[in-house]
Structures are given as C-alpha cells and as structure tokens.
C-alpha cells in the first residue's frame, strides 16, 4: 500500500516548537541590568580579526565590552568565559555574527535595540562589514504600525530600506504541503513584491 499523503492534524504543532525551542534559535533580551559596567569608549574598538589575546586564535573571537580585551569563544579554549569568571566582565560582543552575550543574565542581548549597545555595534559592522548597518527605527516602525494592520506591518529602516520580518504570529497557518516550494527564480505573484 502507498504512503498517504500526511494531514494537517498529523502536522500538529507545539507552542515550544513555534516559538523556537526545538530549532534552538534565541530570542535576544531588549534590556539587560549590567549596562552600567560597559567601557566609556566603545567607538574604538580592535578589528574583527582581533586574534586571542591569550591563544592568539585567529577568528570567532569576542570583544570584552567592560575593557576591550579579545579573547576566544568557548568552542576553542574558553578564555573569554575566563575572562567573566575571573573579573566579571559581563558584556562581550561576537565578531563572528555581532551577537552581544551577557554571561551574568545568561542571555543574548540585542543590540540594535538596546541604545547603550547601538554605538558598538555600529562600529563593529563598519569594521566587518565597511558599511553602515540597516538599523530598527522603532519609531518609524509605530508610525507605519498605525497606518497598516498589524499583518502588514514591515520592518523599515531609517534610510527607507525595507527589511523582512524575523517573526510572524501566524506560523501555524503554513500549509502542510511544504514539498512543493517553487524554486528562487519564480516570478512573484503578489503585488507586495513590485515595491522598488
């Protein structure tokens, strides 16, 4: 006998499973209590391909923003867990993604939200990257909220560049049928998509 095809009540889903626990992505906090230890000057900062200051590992090393010492990530020899453990030093920035880490609130902070965090992770995508990097306009976003639903709602930043949503209370909705994705070079049949 054929495999039948699945149903959509085959396809149940768990809140954890929609809000991210079994993909094991993170939700960045938008607040964090130690803020206060931050390093006056987090505009000069050493490049991303700052070697360890310890092992002199070459990459994926994070930036300690309470004194701007480099020092690699637990995957290679742990130093900047150290580092914490030793001084704690909270706050560290990844040069590897620009995630910023707080080992006291054993959580990722976000720091394009987080104003005290914005100035550093600004210079550190400059260095990176040698461009500017599109910011969330909060502000911009609740103008455009009250006049679109909030279904419609788009994240725009403050240069006028659309961004996609990185999140969407509708996840249940998608169809069963994920199989049948039409490939990348597919015309888009919504109107949204002729936006310029």
């Known amino acids: 006998m054929a495999d039948k095809a699945p149903t959509s009540s085959s396809f149940a889903v768990s809140d954890e499973l929609l809000h991210g626990a079994e993909s094991e992505w993170v939700e960045a906090r938008t607040w964090c209590d130690h803020l206060a230890s931050l390093s006056s000057d987090l505009i000069h900062i050493p490049t991303p391909d700052t070697p360890c200051n310890r092992c002199h590992h070459p990459s994926g090393n994070w930036l300690c923003l309470c004194c701007k010492e480099v020092l690699c990530s637990r995957y290679v020899n742990k130093h900047m867990l ?14 590897s993604d620009l995630s910023v880490w707080c080992f006291s609130c054993n959580s990722y902070i976000n720091a394009q939200v987080v104003p005290q965090l914005r100035p550093i992770y600004e210079a550190a995508y400059i260095l990176k990257f040698g461009e500017p ?17 909030k279904d419609e709602l788009m994240n725009v930043t403050m240069s006028g560049r659309v961004e996609a949503q990185t999140w969407c209370d509708h996840l249940a909705s998608l ?6 994705i039409p490939s990348p070079d597919t015309p888009c049949n919504r109107l949204v998509c002729n936006l310029a």
Not at 82 to 95: E, I, V
Not at 137 to 143: A, F, G, K
Not at 175 to 180: A, N
């Open 82 to 95: 150290q580092h914490y453990q030793q001084t704690s030093h909270c706050l560290a920035l990844g040069f």
């Open 133 to 149: 990097p599109l910011l969330w306009n909060v502000e911009l976003q609740n103008v455009i909220a009250s006049s679109m639903g």
């Open 175 to 180: 169809s069963s049928d994920l199989l049948c």
